[in-house]
């Protein structure tokens, strides 16, 4: 195969990792719109709810050109990850500021999203450990909980209150559902990580 074919197909100048860069710039859009008024305007919790749906569904699509044209690049591999983990905790710490999510669930979420990033990047030279299903579901359950408790759901008034007020104790439904399979899927990633690079050093030391 000719190098220089396979250098074009893995350059950093491609559309996933532009999605990817346009995930990250958008972050601090989305923390000025949920706290514009501390979080009570309508309107800019609606813009907000906006911003982080579109990041939600550019980080789906930068992940399936990627793996479908083969663009898998070592700037994604690195950028993607912390694109991820700043916009959802992003929402996470808005939301605690504004009084959505208890600051516990805050912290406990966010040390566990941020050892298992650093830890993934530590070992990636040796160790690649494809996301696994309580991960890919936990991925999911905090998308979902965070959509919607973005929502300005108990700022609204008049006849859409009730449906809206049933919709925000869903969401915290969901929240507590995806705060289980985080742990859940964190204590996977370490047993796994530390099984493989347990395997990994005594095939070295062959």
Same mark, same amino acid.
């Not at 559309?15 to 008024?37: E, G, Q, S």
């Not at 694109?83 to 916009?87: I, M, N, P, S, V």
């Not at 990047?121 to 450990?129: G, Y």
């Given at each position: 195969? #000719? $190098?220089? @074919? ?5 350059? #950093?100048?491609n ?19 949920? =706290?514009?008024?501390g ?13 982080? *749906? ?15 044209? #083969?663009?898998?690049? #070592? ?5 993607? $990850?912390i ?5 959802t905790?992003?929402?996470?710490? /808005?939301?605690? *500021? ?7 669930? !805050? ?13 993934r ?6 160790? @690649? =450990?494809a ?6 579901? &936990? !991925?999911? =359950?905090?998308?979902?909980?965070? /959509?919607?408790?973005?929502? $300005? ?5 008049g006849?859409p ?11 915290? @439904? ?11 899927? /964190? ?7 530390? &099984?493989?690079?347990?395997h ?7």
């Open positions: 195969m #000719n $190098p220089a @074919v396979t250098e074009a197909k893995t350059s #950093n100048w559309i996933p990792n532009a999605l990817t860069t346009l995930r990250i710039v958008m972050v601090p859009f989305f923390a000025w719109a949920l =706290l514009v008024d979080g009570e305007s309508v309107l800019w919790r609606t813009v907000a709810w906006a911003i982080f *749906v579109v990041a939600m569904v550019t980080d789906k699509i930068d992940g399936d050109l990627a793996r479908k044209h #083969n663009l898998v690049t #070592n700037f994604g591999k690195i950028a993607d $990850p694109a991820d983990k700043a916009l905790g992003m929402a996470f710490i /808005g939301l605690s *500021v504004i009084g959505e999510i208890w600051w516990w669930v !805050t912290i406990l979420v966010l040390l566990r999203e941020w050892s298992v990033t650093l830890m990047l530590s070992i990636a030279k040796h160790v @690649v =450990l996301a696994n299903a309580s991960g890919k579901l &936990k !991925t999911v =359950l905090q998308a979902v909980a965070l /959509g919607m408790l973005v929502l $300005p759901l108990r700022e609204v008034e006849w209150e009730t449906p809206a007020l049933v919709v925000w104790w869903v969401a915290i @439904v969901v929240l507590a559902a995806a705060v289980v399979m985080t742990m859940w899927s /964190g204590y996977e990633f370490f047993r796994d990580a530390f &099984k493989q690079r347990r990994h050093r005594s095939r070295a030391s062959v």
